[in-house]
């Protein structure tokens, strides 16, 4: 079973809009930070161009495991329905496993980030070395 969340919501600083896919069983998060508050129609053009690209986003990312309950076998009751829903919303928008998810991806981003900037000093640092070192022989030799 799979089903697709998107929940737009003010964290304090900025709207940010989430959008989080449940597929068997996994959780896996994407979210895109808007700035200021989205109407709809900036909604729905987001939707059509945005949409595919924050879904690969969200497909790529690391998978959370979430537990999901079983439907009832028999019909529930509307009041039950309703205080449940209630419960609901009274949640905040975005659910622990989501922040969880999004806090691995900042995390697992970040590492990413410090590796590769790492490479490219240890690079230069070499590459100057070189530089140095075929400097220092050219003046040895009295060339310089």
């Known amino acids: 079973m799979s089903s697709t969340t998107f929940t737009v919501f003010y964290d304090g600083q900025f709207w940010v809009g989430l959008l989080e896919v449940i597929d068997n069983g996994e959780l896996r998060v994407a979210r ?13 053009e987001f939707s059509l161009r945005d949409y595919g690209a924050l879904s690969a986003l969200a497909h790529r990312s690391p998978a959370v495991p979430v537990d999901q309950r079983q439907a009832a076998a028999r019909p529930v009751n509307p009041k039950r329905l309703a205080r449940q829903v209630a419960r609901e919303r009274a949640q905040p928008a975005v659910s622990t496993a989501a922040q969880e998810a999004v806090k691995q991806t900042i995390s697992e981003n970040a590492s990413a980030r410090k590796s590769r900037r790492k490479h490219l000093r240890d690079t230069a640092e070499h590459t100057r070395r070189q530089i140095a070192r075929t400097k220092a022989k050219a003046r040895h030799r009295g060339r310089a």
Not at 32 to 44: A, D, T
């Open 32 to 44: 895109h930070v808007f700035g200021s508050e989205p109407s709809g129609p900036e909604l729905y």
